[in-house]
């Protein structure tokens, strides 16, 4: 298969005792955000919490992810379904791609189908901008129900 692919995620200091077990089931079934590295291996190298408002770590640890050979920095689906969504994702994106010259995608697992309802309902993934900040996760209603 040839080289794999380095990543690292960032998630939402909100679910700093998550296990990660959603992200993972989704890397290794290559869904949501990950469904890009179908047929591809893929190394995770670093798993870290933003550190909580304003996203400390967002400043260092894609550091030490790149010293560990990480190419793409997944920014965790945390960030875009927690009530209220993080509001300074889009400067992370900048941030990283700038400091770090790394590849940033949003999004990790499928949004689970209670965030997408209420998401939907509140309107708050309205507009060109969350449209697309959310495409990578954005899956069939099936997918996203195995993720509630």
């Known amino acids: 298969m040839g080289d794999a692919i380095k990543l690292g995620i960032i998630i939402c200091d909100r679910y700093r005792t998550c296990a990660g077990g959603k992200c993972l089931r989704a890397l290794r079934n290559r ?3 990950f469904a890009r590295y179908q047929g591809k291996e893929v190394e995770l190298v670093g798993f ?6 304003p996203g400390g770590n967002i400043e260092y640890v894609p550091q030490e992810m790149k010293r560990n050979g990480a190419e793409v920095v997944h920014l965790a689906t945390g960030m875009i379904v927690g009530y209220p969504p993080c509001p300074r994702i ?12 790394l590849e940033v995608v949003v999004g990790t697992h499928p949004i689970p189908q209670n ?5 939907t309902k509140l309107g708050t993934w309205e507009g060109a901008a969350w449209k697309e900040l959310i495409a990578p996760t954005l899956t069939d209603e099936a997918i996203r129900c195995a993720y509630d």
């Open 48 to 53: 870290a919490t933003c550190n909580g408002c």
């Open 31 to 33: 869904e949501g955000a």
């Open 90 to 101: 889009s400067y992370f994106v900048k941030f990283l791609r700038e400091k770090y010259g």
């Open 115 to 119: 965030y997408y309802v209420t998401h």
